[in-house]
């Protein structure tokens, strides 16, 4: 299965998805230099965000699937109000294999997720999530009903199911990862067990890069894994402009690595 980040493909990734290792928030530092990054994003400015995953399917080929959101951001007393708005889906798979997928995902298009942002960028609360959850859980039955998916309305009942800290972290993933200070995958310098970081910098943007190794289960075996991630830092707004991270499968003899997943978020000026 292909799975997405974010509002949509989060959620599909702990429901049904063989998820790739990632580090729990609790057993890595916050970056000390995205925290000490300015946080002043451009208000009233319309931007593009671009989610884009690629991961290996059944058949061994790498599948493409991107969401593509409108962000707009607005001052409210001393923090910011964030409207984002899922306006389309794009992927090269065959519809057999984006459809759960894509029945979680369509009711979602159009629909505005309000976020309120902490004044220096350290906390994000989604608006009125519970109404969002009831809207969506009923646009999944309503939109399987009419297209005869039994399988609707049994995965509404396990997005209901989730605990709503859970739902809303998930739901949350891909606007935490944009804001530096809220991003703690974002490294000064990693943790024990041999992850190498690197931070240059070319004026206002800061680039990190950071190697993990991990391991993950293939036919039953455990199989070396590194994971490659860079972010791009504009530090005058502290927003990640380009988050970048893939998942290599290393060979037995380690003379060669397979791209298993990649996942890309781009911010860019809207056109």
């Known amino acids: 299965m292909t799975t997405a ?3 949509g493909g989060l959620l599909l990734l702990a429901l049904a998805a063989q998820p790739l290792p990632v580090p729990a928030a609790g057993d890595i530092p916050v970056a000390a230099s995205a925290a000490r990054s300015a946080f002043a994003p451009p208000v009233d400015t319309p931007l593009t965000y671009r989610v884009t995953t690629r991961r290996i399917g059944r058949d061994g080929t790498l599948i493409n699937f991107a969401l593509v959101y409108a962000l707009q951001w607005q001052r409210v007393g001393r923090g910011y109000r964030l409207e984002a708005v899922l306006q389309r889906i794009d992927s090269d798979a065959s519809p057999e294999v984006t ?21 220096d960028g350290s906390r994000i609360d989604m608006v009125d999530p519970g109404q969002l959850w009831e809207r969506v859980v009923a646009r999944i039955e309503a939109t399987g009903a009419e297209a005869g998916r039994p399988e609707a309305k049994q995965l509404a009942a396990l997005i209901a199911a989730l605990p709503a800290a859970e739902r809303d972290r998930l739901a949350t993933a891909d606007i935490r990862a944009l804001i530096a200070p809220a991003n703690d995958a974002i490294l000064l310098a990693g943790p024990d067990g041999g992850d190498s970081v690197s931070v240059t910098h070319d004026g206002a943007l800061r680039t990190i890069a950071r190697v993990e190794r991990a391991s993950t289960p293939v036919k039953g075996k455990g199989q070396p894994l590194e994971i490659d991630n860079l972010w791009t830092v504009d530090t005058a ?14 060979e037995a003899k380690g003379d060669g690595r397979t791209l298993v997943e990649e996942r890309v978020r781009a911010l860019e000026a809207a056109q």
């Open 99 to 119: 459809r759960t997928l894509s029945l979680l995902l369509r009711p979602l298009v159009g629909e505005a997720v309000i976020y309120l942002v902490a004044p």
């Open 5 to 7: 980040g974010g509002l």
């Open 237 to 250: 707004t502290g927003l990640v402009m380009r988050e970048q991270r893939q998942s290599w499968i290393v």
